[in-house]
């Protein structure tokens, strides 16, 4: 054996023991919420979503990430319910729709500029309105109060062009303003 040959890392099994728990809680997370939606009403979902959301903006605005353990199980909560509410077709058109505008920036300036979380977060938005009106005036909102962030900043000289936001927080307040909004309409 050369030695470029002892230095090269075992590769790690592409499916693990572990993986297949993960897939499998997910699968039941996203079953489970099916069933509840079915059950309960869409204010129940509205606050797992609102709350979802806060620990996002949170985490983007002190950390600027979006973590995995937050948005992965919230993305599977929304794929069960869409069913019920706004519907599967426009669910995932507006998850789709929403996370393609995204990835746009991340192929123009790279992940480290615009992140992949952004993307993720976009879809999760997208799959709670649905290809609708809501989902782009909450869109709009969050790049709008990001806008006016990046301009006050600007002008206060306490940030450049070239400084970064986190935008998912902008983004999940946006969204949280529209849910609260469904939730006073349906009450």
């Known amino acids: 054996m050369t030695d470029s040959e002892q230095n090269v890392p075992a590769e790690k099994p592409a499916f693990t023991p572990e993986s297949a728990l993960k897939l499998a809680a997910g699968g039941i997370l996203a079953v489970a919420s099916y069933l509840a939606a079915g059950l309960l009403?869409?204010?129940v979902f509205y606050l797992t979503y609102i709350a979802a959301l806060v620990a996002v903006a949170y985490s983007d605005f002190r950390e600027r990430r979006i973590p995995n353990?937050?948005?992965y199980p919230a993305i599977l909560i929304a794929l069960g319910a869409m069913f019920h509410f706004p519907g599967w077709g426009r669910a995932l058109l507006g998850g789709v729709a929403a996370a393609?505008?995204?990835?746009?920036p991340v192929f123009i300036y790279g992940p480290e500029r615009a992140g992949i979380g952004d993307v993720k977060l976009a879809f999760f938005i997208g799959l709670i309105f649905g290809f609708s009106m809501t989902l782009y005036w909450a869109l709009l909102l969050g790049f709008g109060g990001a806008a006016l962030v990046g301009l006050v900043g600007i002008l206060l000289r306490k940030m450049s062009r070239k400084s970064l936001l986190p935008f998912g927080s902008f983004l999940a307040m946006g969204a949280i303003t529209f849910l609260i909004i469904q939730m006073v309409r349906v009450s």
């Open 41 to 43: 009403p869409p204010y």
């Open 100 to 104: 393609l505008v995204f990835v746009v």
């Open 69 to 71: 353990r937050i948005i």
